[in-house]
């Protein structure tokens, strides 16, 4: 079979991640452009600190997708999905969606009524996914400027970044 094309799922587990995922994470993220990679060390917190708030898909005994999020300090019924990456391999096949679903689901995150993410303007899946998110659960999505261009680029052509747009979608029911 050739490389680039889809690979299909036979069976994906979607659990907690632990600190022996952290480096399968890093190099996910790593390849899933246009994210960007955070330090090692970050995604090793995630793994212990923010476990219950992140999640990982793994088919075959290894990672292949990964989502991070935490509940917002300043409001405890908001969960803030920080990072979504999806191996190229299996994207397009609803793992992002399931993923999301998996931690909604847990019991712990019951009290959470909305979804907030920063897309960038030109990422139509990373849109497509909160949009479906809103449809599934029959609620609004809203858009607002977080962080403009400016504060996430360095002045050169190569370090030259998106703004990062609000979404929220809410209110969710229980
Ligand atoms: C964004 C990403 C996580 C989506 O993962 P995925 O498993 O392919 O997404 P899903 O199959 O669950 O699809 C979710 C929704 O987005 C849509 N979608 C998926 N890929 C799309 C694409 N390339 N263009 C437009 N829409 C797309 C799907 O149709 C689905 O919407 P629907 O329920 O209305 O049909 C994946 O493309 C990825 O890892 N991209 C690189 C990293 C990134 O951009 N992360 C997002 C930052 S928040």
């Not at 990672?63 to 979504?84: E, G």
């Amino acid at each position: 079979m050739l490389s680039n094309q889809p690979k299909q799922v036979s069976s994906t587990a979607f659990r907690e991640p632990t600190i022996e995922d952290g480096p399968s994470i890093y190099d996910l993220v790593n390849r899933s452009k246009p994210l960007d990679v955070n330090s090692r060390y970050l995604y090793l917190l995630q793994c212990s600190h923010f476990a219950n708030t992140c999640a990982v898909a793994e088919s075959d005994g290894s990672v292949q997708a990964f989502i991070s999020a935490y509940v917002r300090p300043d409001q405890p019924d908001t969960l803030f999905i920080w990072q979504v990456a999806v191996d190229a391999s299996l994207r397009g096949q609803g793992i992002a969606g399931r993923l999301l679903g998996h931690l909604l689901d847990r019991q712990h995150l019951a009290g959470i009524r909305f979804v907030e993410a920063t897309v960038n303007p030109s990422n139509n899946a990373s849109q497509n996914l909160f949009a479906s998110l809103a449809r599934k659960s029959a609620c609004e999505m809203t858009e607002s400027m977080l962080f403009e261009a400016h504060l996430l680029s360095d002045g050169t052509d190569e370090g030259a970044h998106e703004a990062d747009i609000l979404l929220r979608v809410g209110p969710i029911k229980s």
